[in-house]
C-alpha cells in the first residue's frame, strides 16, 4: 500500500478526487496548497512519512525540487481543455490562453478544430505571466484562461481569470504514473531526528531558528497555535537570539502584536551552528474581535451584468474609485455592496493594500481603540463599515471621529436602509450623514436588473465549477426564464446559494428547467409558511407598506394584476409604490 498525499493547487481539484473512487493500493490523503503553501505541506509530509505526492503545475516543480520522495505531476489533457473552453462558450472575442508549451500547443489544436478564437501565448517561466497580461488588459482582452499561478495574476491586474480544472481522467493518468515511479524511489528521511523527538513531545508552541532569524524547524503546537509567523523576524528576536548564542543561557522577552501577548523563551540548541530554539508562552491572550478583519491581499472582481445599471456602473465607477472622500453605498441585502466595496478598493490601490472590514452590528466601543490603532499604522488602504445604520448613538459619534482622524484612508459605508430617511426620524447622526454621504450609490435590487440574472448564473457555475470539482457547465435558456419571474428578496446571495444548490443537486452538464422548478417551489412554499407566522414591524410606514406588497405578490405567483385587486389598487399603483 502506497501511502500519497495529494496536494491540490485549487479546491476543486480536491473535491474532484474525493468523489472518485480510490485505487485500492494507494492510501491517498488530500489537502489543499498552492506554491509555497503546497511547498510547506510538501516537506512536512515527508516527514510524516508519505512515500508518494501528487500535484500540478508550478506546484508541483517546487515540490519536486525541495523533497527527496517521488512527486507525480498531473499532467492537463484535452478533456480539461474541452470543458473550460465550454464554460466560455459564447464569448467571441477578448478571450487568451496563457500557459506552458505542454499547455498552449494542445489548447492551439483544439482551438483550431472547434474554430475558437483564442489568442494563444506561450510561457517559458512564471516571471513573464504579469508582463503578458498586462499587455493582455491593453489590448483589451478581459478573459485570461490559465493554471493557479495565471489565473492569481489575472485577478491582481483586474482581468476576469479562468481556471484549466483537472478531471478524472488526469488523475486516473496520475494515478498510474505514480505506481510506476513508486518502484524507483525507496529513501528513508532522518532528518533532525534528535531535534524532531524533542520538539514533537514538548506541549508548547516551539521553533528552532539561526542567527538569521530563519525558521529551521517547528512543531505542530507551533503551527497551530502561532498564526504570525512574522513576529519571529520582530529585531527584539533577533537581540534574543544573539544574547542565547553569546551567553549560552536560557533567555526570556515579551512581545505584543494586535491580538495577542507572547512571552518567549529561548534556549540554545547548537552552538556551532547558530541553531537556538523558542519556546511560545502566550499565556496573555487579548481575543480577536469578530467585528474587526484585516485583509492583506483583495483580488479583482469582475463588474458583470448587461442592465442599465451594470453598465453605467462600469462608465462611472472611476468617479468613485479616484474620490478621497467618504462613499456610501445603499442597497438591500444581498445586492453585492460588500463585493462593490472591495472592486472599489482594488482599483484604486491595487492587490496588495489593506482593507478593514468593520462589522456595524457587532462592534463594540473597545473595538473602536483597535480599529484606531489599525488605522494608524496603514499608510495607505480603506476600511468599509458594514450595517452602519445599526450603530448607535455613541458608536456614531465614535465613528465620526475616526473619520476625521483618518483622512489618509478611503472610508467606504455600506447600509441596506436609506440613512436620509434615518436623519429626518432623528435615529441617525445628520452630522456623520453629511460626512459619509458625499459619494452616494444606490445598488438596485435584483428584481429591477432581471437582464444581469443569466450573466451571473453563468458566472456563479464557473466560480463554483473551479471551487468544488462538480461536472455542471451550464444552464438551459428555459431554466433561466422561470428564475426570471421570482422576487429574488435576499437578491444575488440567495440566487448563488440556489445556484449553488443547482450544482450539487443535479448530475448533468447542463441545469435544467425541471431543476429550477423544483429548487424555487421549495424556497416559495418555505417562504410563505415563514411569512404567514411572521410579519416585520421594524422600519418606516412606506417600508412596511412595500413589505406588505411584497408578500402579496409572491401569494398571488407574482401576477401584478391579482395583487393589484387583492390590495384594491390598481396596476399602476402597484408599480409606482414597488419602484418608489
Known sequence: MIKALLIAPYSGLAETARKMKQPDDIKLDIVIGNLEEGLEIARSAEKQGYQL???????????????SIPVVHIDITGYDMLRVFTLLRGMESGVALVGYANIS???????????????????RSSSEVRAHLEQLKEDNYSVVIGDVITVQVAEEVGLRGVLITSGKEALMDAFEEGRRIYGYFRKLNYQFDNIRNAYVQTPLPIVLINKDQQIIEKNIKFENEVKNEELLKLPIVNQLVHKVLAKEEIQWVEIEDEDHSYEIQGFLVNKREHIVGLIIHSSLIHTKSTAISLIDNVNHVPLIGESDFAYRLRENINQYVHADEPICIVGETGTGKRTLSKQIHFQRYGHDAPLVIVEGKQVTESDVETIARKLKRMDKGSVILTNVQSLSETMQISFNQL??????????????RSLENMVNQNTFSEE?????NQFPLHIPPLRERKQDMKPFVEYFIAEIHASEGNETLGIKQEAVDYMLACMWEANFSQLKQVVRELTLLTNRNYIELSDVKAILDQYRNEDMDQKANSFSLQGTLEEMEKQ??????QEEGHNQSKAASRLGI???TLWRKLKS
Not at 473619520?403 to 441596506?416: F, G, Q, R
Open 53 to 67: 505526492i501528487i500535484s500540478r503545475g508550478g506546484t508541483a516543480t517546487m515540490i519536486q525540487e525541495a523533497v
Open 105 to 123: 500547443e494542445g489548447a492551439n489544436t483544439l482551438c483550431n478544430i472547434l474554430e475558437f478564437d483564442v489568442k494563444m501565448i506561450t510561457i
Open 403 to 416: 473619520i476625521y482622524t483618518n483622512s489618509h484612508i478611503k472610508v467606504i459605508v455600506l447600509s441596506n
Open 432 to 436: 456623520l450623514y453629511q460626512k459619509v
Open 548 to 553: 406588505i406588497i411584497h408578500m402579496v405578490l
Open 570 to 572: 390598481n396596476r399602476s
